[in-house]
């Protein structure tokens, strides 16, 4: 991101002049109070908003260029899990998770076996064929996050992924997302959570109205000041 800064016509400056770079293969928090810009911030990434002003970049092409197929395809690559979960609620446990690999043509025996195990390791094997209404929150939580991560994403964006468990079940979940890192995987998490925040030694792009403000020095993801101050 260089300079970007995105205003809603009732309400400016909800990110203003957020320059970052996360380069491949990091890992980075992303925190501030309620109400500071974190999802906003995370929608710039997967791309379900554009920025009103300044350049955004993702995989190294400026997504403002990009026709309709490539936005596709940028999408497909990005696993994210909402604060909301945003599971679909006609769908089993299983179908849910399952449903980025079908997208993507995937749906050999391997694969479902994959979906099985994945769902075994997060703690929903006995729900797999319940609908989400049936669910608690962190079970919910538990299955968007499985989703997200199904098809091995490039980059991984999580939005408040431990807000509804407790804090044996979230380190669980952090240290997939660690995992998933070693494979590559570049990783994003907002959280409100002091405890993570402290646990894990990542960098730390903290938002306050709209603006990156005391900006840990970063080993992989990297925040500038203003261009022109450097
Ligand atoms: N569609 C919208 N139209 C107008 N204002 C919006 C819209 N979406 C978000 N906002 C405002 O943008 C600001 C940042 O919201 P955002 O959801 O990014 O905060 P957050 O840091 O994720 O907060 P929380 O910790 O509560 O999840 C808030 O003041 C919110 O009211
Ligand atoms: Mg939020």
């Given at each position: ?17 957020v320059?970052l ?9 992303v ?8 999802t ?16 955004l ?114 380190l ?53 000041q ?5």
């Open positions: 991101m260089d300079q970007v800064s995105v205003d809603y016509p009732s309400r400016p400056g909800i990110i203003r002049n320059s770079h996360l380069p491949a293969g990091s890992f980075c928090f925190t501030g109070p309620s109400g500071a810009g974190k906003t911030l995370l929608k710039l990434m997967f791309l379900g908003l554009r920025p009103t002003a300044g350049t970049q993702v995989f190294g092409r400026d997504v403002a260029s990009l026709s309709r197929d490539q936005r596709a395809y940028v999408r497909s690559r990005l696993g994210v899990v909402f604060q909301d979960f945003r599971l679909i609620e006609h769908m089993s446990i299983y179908d849910n998770v399952a449903l980025p690999l079908r997208l993507a043509g995937k749906d050999s025996q391997g694969d479902r076996d994959y979906v099985r195990e994945l769902l075994d390791w997060v703690g929903l094997g006995d729900h797999a064929q319940a609908k989400p209404e049936e669910l608690s929150g962190g079970q919910k939580q538990r299955a968007a996050i499985a989703r997200a991560v199904i098809n091995r994403p490039a980059v991984l964006l999580a939005d408040e992924p431990t807000g509804n468990v407790d804090d044996g079940i979230g669980k979940l952090l240290r997939l997302f660690e995992e998933l890192n070693k494979l590559g995987t570049t990783v994003v998490v907002a959280t409100h959570s002091e405890s993570l925040l402290q646990r894990f030694e990542y960098p730390t792009l903290r938002l306050k109205q709209g603006q990156l403000v005391d900006r840990a020095p970063a080993a992989g993801a990297v925040a500038e203003e261009r022109g101050a450097l």
